[in-house]
Every structure is written in C-alpha cells, then in structure tokens.
C-alpha cells in the first residue's frame, strides 16, 4: 500500500534541497511511488514539440524532466529543472520548478516554485494538491458537464500605476442560454481536505501580506505573469484544447 501524502510544513522533512544527483532521484521518488506520477518520455517531448513548433524565449540546454498524471480530462505537469541531457540542475538563477495543469495543450493553471532550501516540500506538496483538484473535478449542478478553470483579475492602484493579481475557481463552460438564471461556479479548493485547505490558504495569506506591504511603501507587485516571457507556438493549428 502507498503511504498516505501529508501536506508538509516548510523544514518538517529535515532535508534542505542539495544540487545532486541524488536528490533528483529523491524527488523522482516521492512523485512516482508516493503521488502515482509517471515520469514524461523523451518521445513525448520530441512529439510536442515537433507538432506545435515551439520556439525557446532564451537559449535553452537540455531538456528538463517532468512528471504527470492525467484523470477527467485534465493533466498536472511537474517540470522538476532537471537536465536530462546533462544528468544536472539547471544553474541557479536561471530557471524555477513549475507545478501546472492543462487540458490538451492549454495552460490553466500554474504554480511556480523558486529553488529555495526548501523547495522540494513545495513542489511535492503543490503536486499532490493538483493532483487531487483534478481528481476531484466537479460537475454542474444544473446541467451536469464538467466545470472548467476560470481565472479572475483583479485591479490594484499603487502609485497611479495598475498592478493585477489573479484567482482561479471552477466554472460551468455553458452559455448562459442554458443557464438563464446564471452559470454555476465552485470554490478553486473544491474537493481538498482540511490539511490541504489550511496549506494553501496560509501561502495566500502569506502573498496578501507581501502585497499589502508592497502597496503601503508605493511599490508595485505581480509583475511576474506580464513580464514572463513565454514559449511561442508557430503552428497554432495543431494546438489541442
């Protein structure tokens, strides 16, 4: 039987992330054998690459390995910044892990992790969250399709300047032709325990702090999402949704 997954407290594992070798292997583990992960082939890369074109928004080496698991149509993606070509981390500084969901080739969600001390605990623990929101994909209470990822943006003036954040919720995808008194929607944290309810709330109070402080002293915040440069798809035909 699989152990059980507990959200972790930052430094309860009493490893601090280690540029090794070993320590990849460490965290292939914990994905594989705790989460039910499998790790993403050579050939799935070459393929998507290869039909939707993509183009690198900086010189890149290797290939960088990434786990996933699939269920109710959606998929999360671990991508771990692991170069597979030359069996090493990626340089400091040059590249963050990334916890995601998507449907088909569409971006929904994303979680992205800076290597820290502690990283490894984030990145597992996101992965395990992920993994139960798809699990838990809820259907709509009217007219019973699957509920989609829908993103908000919020408004923020800071010095004259407009900065934005984002939340994420499910959605009924129907026309409101369907739906005359409204679609549906439910809270992003539908189908998560106690435990991992309380995880993820303590980091968003913890960015509410951090933007509060930033838009007393008159400095901006999430800048990150506009200023991310992104990987272009030149064949858009191919793109699956």
């Given at each position: 039987?699989?152990?059980?997954?507990?959200?972790?407290?930052?430094?309860?594992?009493?490893?601090?992330?280690?540029?090794?070798?070993?320590?990849?292997?460490?965290?292939?583990?914990?994905?594989?054998?705790?989460?039910?992960?499998?790790?993403?082939?050579?050939?799935?890369?070459?393929?998507?690459?290869?039909?939707?074109?993509?183009?690198?928004?900086?010189?890149?080496?290797?290939?960088?390995?990434?786990?996933?698991?699939?269920?109710?149509?959606?998929?999360?993606?671990?991508?771990?910044?692991?170069?597979?070509?030359?069996?090493?981390?990626?340089?400091?500084?040059?590249?963050?892990?990334?916890?995601?969901?998507?449907?088909?080739?569409?971006?929904?969600?994303?979680?992205?992790?800076?290597?820290?001390?502690?990283?490894?605990?984030?990145?597992?623990?996101?992965?395990?969250?992920?993994?139960?929101?798809?699990l838990n994909r809820p259907l709509c209470p009217k007219c019973h399709d699957d509920m989609e990822i829908k993103i908000r943006s919020h408004r923020h003036e800071v010095n004259g300047k407009i900065c934005k954040t984002y939340s994420y919720y499910w959605g009924c995808p129907n026309k409101k032709n369907r739906h005359p008194n409204g679609r549906f929607s439910k809270s992003w944290d539908y189908g998560l325990s106690d435990k991992a309810k309380n995880f993820v709330r303590t980091k968003r109070k913890s960015r509410e702090r951090y933007r509060r402080k930033q838009k007393m002293e008159g400095k901006p915040f999430g800048r990150a999402r506009e200023r991310r440069k992104l990987w272009k798809i030149t064949r858009p035909e191919n793109i699956k949704k």
């Open positions: 039987m699989k152990a059980k997954w507990k959200p972790w407290k930052p430094g309860s594992s009493k490893r601090e992330f280690s540029w090794t070798v070993e320590f990849y292997y460490f965290i292939k583990e914990q994905l594989i054998s705790l989460l039910g992960f499998r790790e993403k082939t050579i050939r799935e890369f070459i393929n998507e690459y290869e039909r939707l074109g993509y183009k690198a928004p900086r010189p890149i080496k290797g290939r960088e390995k990434a786990f996933v698991f699939t269920a109710n149509g959606l998929t999360v993606i671990v991508y771990t910044t692991f170069d597979e070509k030359n069996w090493c981390w990626r340089e400091k500084g040059t590249d963050q892990m990334w916890v995601i969901i998507v449907k088909g080739d569409l971006l929904k969600f994303s979680n992205p992790i800076k290597r820290t001390k502690y990283c490894h605990e984030y990145l597992i623990d996101y992965a395990a969250i992920n993994k139960k929101r798809i």
